[in-house]
């Protein structure tokens, strides 16, 4: 038995309720009967931004979802589309329809207001834009990356269905001015370039043709009105063509005993537009204007129902492909070919099993993947996804009840990325759960170096704040300056990608490198200047006698300590000539007793070593219990830094000879470590005094403070002592808590 399958008739705006709960059962029904009679009476007398009716299109909108197959909650949801929009509690949808439909509702409200990125125009003005190819990728994921269930992106793709149609009703109804048209265009632009192409990768086919075929008759008009004159034949009259064919090749083939399914639908205009461009064919060298497929039960079956297609109609020369034993380079797999059908029409058939049709649906070899022309290696991931969502589509039709097909679609949550938005509408894409300085740095490695505040939908907060799908991102940025060494620590989640750290260490060695770099060569020319030789030395020379590849090198070196200044001067020595006075070895740091005044006599213990001279590092301050290590420095003693801080690291691993273990003694506690602390605030009148009265109630006593102002935003940094690093958490917190401040950080 061969069975017959064509696309459902899709309602119009004014069709009655019974269509719309078409296939549903009772306690469905009755959810969308109360839908129905609750959202009328709010859409009464509202319109879109497009001037249709709002009542209308949501009838419009349940019906397009009701002829794929949706259930009962999605169409409710459809028909409350616009309601998260008219209330002004949103709690007051869940009471009345429950968290799932609310969930629906306002996840295509949040799909709805993605208008103004999508079409390009600010304050909602319709602009017509080229958008790059890479840019509507990332628009398209998105869209399916915003929603937790991919119902949500079924509501809206049968929404644009119902604005599409309508514009076309009201063109043919009534003369447009020109801004109305240009408007229409820019929907058509954004609808081709968004919406038709998620409706082809999700299967929906009833969307993706009549998207296309609405969105190219105003792109084009000119090209659409020629080729619909060209086919010469109105949709109805070709889709009765199609169902004849498929009646008479049906019988056919039942005849001869294969089993299979046939499915036929007349080629869409903009489809025919596509091929004519794309092949350079005029409109009498297509043979694929209507078209069949056949899925049979085995291979056998394939060539079989060949047979028959050129038994019943004349087969056209060079017009077949037999995809089958020789299968395209992807993989695809079909036979085609191409006969003078009824009525002496051309007709393409393509035959093919039903694991073939499976993988050019969902496989390497869906259509999408080829007419789009993209393929990359590090998107196959988000292929896969794609391949699932589609097969959820295909599914729905056997899962029973609306529970099933609900658990099944939540579990299709594109969850790896999140899409936020630029203040001029550009889409950024970070790793999910980033901050504002991951999409800073994502935009421009400077704006990340330079981030100190951020806005999200406006509102300022701090930089650890993860960005949500959807939301409009604003960098507050100073003239110049660095990243914070707070932004490594991975407890306090600042960053997130794996770009953004890479960019944040490099600015930091490299910041590093230069300072070391100054300083070597401020102590090679002082040292220049001891031995009355001047700016004239040779410095690649002197590079290559200390073994160094060059001054760069030689000043680094310097810089680290890595050369001392004995040997420095033998070698200028040298290269004037002079008699070269013996080098002593570097001898190691003797012991020295601190003097009773010392900052730090009694409160660092250096393991292995007995009254050395010690310094707390000034690049990371340490305080107790702060974990620390301690390093040999030439002439100046042990440094003690904190094990995290980067120098250190940097120091340890160029020279870990020099590397000791320390830690706190009986008499750090009680003592004052001078630390200091980075804020950034709304800016406003009584801040400084605010800040200053948190820290004093906490004994802290502040010895300096910076501040500067950009943009109302304040950055500030108080220097002060503490004793342990419970007081300074403590100082945190206080600060934190005056109003207006959004991020505090050690110094």
Excluded at 33 to 53: D, F, I, K, V
Excluded at 473 to 479: G, P, R, T
Excluded at 530 to 557: H, I, M, T, Y
Aim: neutral net charge; glycine residues 8%; contains cysteine.
């Amino acid at each position: 038995m061969v069975s017959i399958v064509q696309s459902p008739l899709v309602l119009g705006a004014g069709a009655a309720f019974e269509p719309l709960a078409e296939g549903l059962p009772e306690a469905e029904r009755e959810l969308l009967a109360r839908a129905c009679a609750w959202a009328e009476p709010l859409y009464a007398g509202r319109t879109l931004s497009t001037g249709e009716p709002v009542w209308p299109h949501a009838l419009a909108l349940a019906a397009n979802l009701a002829a794929i197959g949706m259930d009962g909650v999605a169409r409710a949801a459809g028909i409350l589309f616009a309601a998260p929009k008219y209330l002004a509690a949103l709690e007051e949808l869940g009471a009345q329809f429950g968290p799932e439909v609310a969930s629906l509702a306002v996840g295509a409200e949040r799909l709805y207001q993605l208008r103004v990125t999508t079409r390009g125009g600010p304050q909602g003005r319709a602009v017509v834009r080229e958008t790059p190819a890479a840019d509507t990728e990332v628009l398209r994921k998105m869209v399916l990356a915003m929603v937790e269930d991919v119902r949500v992106v079924l509501i809206r793709l049968a929404s644009r269905t119902q604005t599409m149609r309508w514009m076309a009703r009201k063109v043919a109804s009534e003369e447009e001015s020109a801004r109305r048209l240009q408007e229409r265009a820019a929907y058509a632009r954004e609808t081709m370039d968004i919406y038709a192409p998620l409706a082809n990768r999700l299967g929906v086919w009833q969307f993706k043709w009549e998207l296309e075929d609405l969105s190219f008759r105003f792109m084009e008009p000119e090209s659409y009105a020629r080729i619909a004159r060209m086919l010469d034949e109105k949709r109805a009259e070709r889709e009765q063509y199609i169902a004849d064919a498929i009646r008479t090749l049906a019988a056919e083939l039942e005849s001869v005993g294969v089993k299979g399914e046939i499915h036929g639908r007349p080629k869409h205009i903009y489809s025919i537009w596509n091929k004519m461009k794309s092949k350079g064919l005029d409109f009498s060298e297509l043979y694929d204007v209507r078209a069949l497929r056949v899925i049979v039960g085995d291979v056998k079956d394939c060539y079989t129902a060949l047979g028959v297609v050129h038994n019943l109609w004349q087969p056209v020369s060079q017009e077949f492909d037999d995809y089958v034993s020789r299968p395209k380079g992807n993989h695809y797999q079909s036979l085609h070919t191409a006969v003078l059908g009824p009525q002496g029409r051309t007709l393409e058939v393509q035959i093919r099993t039903e694991e073939m049709h499976r993988h050019a649906e969902l496989g390497i070899a869906a259509h999408w993947r080829y007419k789009e022309g993209r393929q990359k290696p590090d998107e196959q991931g988000f292929d896969d996804k794609i391949a699932w969502l589609r097969q959820l589509l295909a599914w729905r039709d056997e899962v029973a009840g609306g529970a099933g097909w609900a658990e099944s679609t939540r579990r299709a949550a594109l969850d790896d990325a999140v899409y936020a938005i630029t203040p001029l509408g550009k889409v950024v894409d970070i790793p999910a759960g980033g901050t504002p300085i991951d999409f800073a740095y994502a935009l421009h490695t400077d704006l990340g170096h330079r981030c100190r505040g951020a806005k999200l939908d406006g509102q300022i907060v701090p930089l650890e704040t993860p960005i949500r799908n959807g939301q409009r991102v604003e960098i507050l940025a100073a003239k110049a300056g660095g990243p914070s060494r707070d932004w490594l620590n991975a407890e306090r989640g600042f960053v997130k990608s794996a770009r953004a750290r890479q960019k944040i260490r490099q600015w930091f060695n490299n910041h590093d490198l230069a300072d070391t770099i100054a300083s070597g060569r401020a102590a090679l020319e002082r040292e220049l200047r001891r031995e009355g030789g001047g700016s004239q030395a040779n410095l690649d020379a002197l590079a290559v006698k200390l073994g160094c590849a060059g001054p760069d090198e030689l000043f680094a070196a310097i810089g680290r300590e890595e050369v001392n200044l004995r040997a420095l001067q033998g070698a200028l020595r040298e290269l004037r000539g002079g008699a070269s006075r013996p080098v002593e070895p570097e001898l190691p740091v003797r012991p020295q007793r601190r003097a009773a005044g010392s900052d730090t006599a009694g409160s660092v213990l250096v393991v292995g070593m007995d009254q050395v001279l010690t310094q707390l590092a000034r690049c990371c301050r340490p305080v107790p219990p702060d974990p620390i290590r301690g390093f040999v420095t030439r002439g100046r003693g042990v440094s003690v830094h904190r094990e995290d801080c980067l120098n250190f690291r940097r120091l340890s691993e160029t020279n870990p000879e020099r590397v000791l273990d320390a830690e706190w003694g009986a008499q750090a506690a009680g003592r004052g470590y001078p630390v200091e602390i980075a804020v950034v605030a709304q800016d406003r009148q009584g801040l400084l005094r605010d800040i200053g009265d948190a820290l004093a109630r906490e004994r802290l006593n502040v010895t300096a403070v910076r501040t500067q102002s950009r943009d109302d935003v304040a950055y500030m940094h108080f220097a002060f002592p503490v004793g342990d690093l419970a007081q300074l958490k403590r100082a945190f917190a206080v600060v934190k808590d005056v109003q207006g401040v959004i991020r505090v950080a050690r110094g």
